[in-house]
């Protein structure tokens, strides 16, 4: 399954079955569980990918019941196949080496080092061969899925209007502050030893922000944050309550323009936090809240759009589900 599909269902999971009380018991799944257009979708397939999500989404599986089980496997099998129809209808996607390469470098400098980016590879049981096929669908979906909703998502400044008058309080803001940093990582259970060597790299990072070296390229080199390289290091506007305390508290102390005079301890390691900016408590303009609501509206539309392209490959597909049927509880609507 595609991260794409996987990430969506981790979250629809962890809201459906993270509520479990009672003891975890087996579903009977036949083999396979869907056919789809004449291929297979095997039990072991479904299991692995249900599994996955269950892990990602932290819901603990000894407490789980057969119905949440059958519900979590429905939710995970309708994924399953809406990809099998998305991968049939993208086949003939032309994908360059040129695409590839550069979404692989995209993902690889959200990693500290290539080397850590390799035992995430291994740790999820992937060759490179594999990452890179799967890679190279997950890009041919994507550009199938943009040439679906092209011309059809657009969003006008008069739609970007209306939603902002008819929701103003929503673009009510409390003080925000807008910092980049540069996050040296300590491991849970760090020795002293371990701890003195990441604060003595964060102050060095301070001493060389503080002969003015950029901070973004200080960020890039040395934070170990994923996707630090890409950013800079730039968390962009926050409120105080939205970080851990002690990383809040100091940010918010700072003036605009200052880094940190010493390292800023977290649960996640040392900090060198650099404000950029800040803004009072207030309502924003249209003018400063149009971006983010055009970026919205047209997600929205691009959703609509894809949930009836879906259902359109799903009333010209054959899918056959074997999957049992849920218990006359379980099927039951909540009153």
């Not at 936090?273 to 309502?283: E, N, Y």
Request: hydrophobic share 40%; with cysteine; aromatic share 6%.
């Amino acid at each position: 399954m595609s991260h794409r599909f996987l990430t969506v269902l981790t979250l629809i999971l962890s809201a459906t079955l993270c509520r479990a009380q009672s003891s975890s018991t087996t579903v009977p799944l036949k083999d396979p569980v869907a056919v789809v257009n004449g291929e297979k979708i095997s039990k072991a397939d479904l299991e692995k990918n249900f599994g996955e999500a269950l892990t990602a989404s932290g819901a603990n599986t000894t407490t789980l019941t057969s119905d949440q089980k059958l519900q979590g496997y429905r939710q995970i099998l309708d994924g399953m196949i809406m990809e099998k129809l998305v991968d049939k209808a993208s086949a003939g996607i032309k994908v360059e080496q040129a695409e590839i390469d550069a979404q692989l470098a995209k993902i690889k400098s959200q990693f500290p080092s290539e080397q850590v980016f390799q035992d995430e590879m291994k740790k999820a049981g992937l060759t490179a061969e594999k990452f890179t096929s799967n890679l190279t669908k997950s890009i041919r979906q994507s550009k199938w899925m943009q040439s679906q909703v092209q011309g059809k998502d657009t969003v006008t400044d008069d739609d970007a209007k209306k939603f902002y008058d008819a929701n103003t309080k929503e673009f009510a803001n409390p003080d925000l502050v807008r910092a980049s940093h540069i996050l040296i990582r300590t491991p849970e259970g760090a020795t002293p030893e371990q701890l003195k060597a990441a604060e003595n790299k964060a102050k060095a990072a301070i001493v060389r922000a503080n002969k003015g070296e950029d901070f973004g390229k200080l960020a890039g080199e040395l934070s170990e944050e994923p996707g630090a390289a890409q950013r800079g290091g730039d968390l962009g506007y926050f409120p105080k309550e939205k970080m851990v305390p002690e990383f809040a508290n100091a940010a918010f102390a700072q003036k605009v323009g200052s880094v940190s005079a010493t390292p800023v301890k977290t649960k996640f390691g040392y900090h060198v936090i650099k404000v950029t900016d800040k803004k009072p408590a207030g309502t924003a303009t249209f003018a400063e809240a149009k971006p983010q609501i055009l970026q919205f509206l047209q997600a929205q539309k691009r959703r609509e759009i894809f949930k009836g392209i879906m259902q359109e490959l799903r009333q010209s597909a054959k899918i056959e589900t074997n999957l049992p049927a849920p218990t006359a509880a379980a099927a039951a609507p909540a009153k």
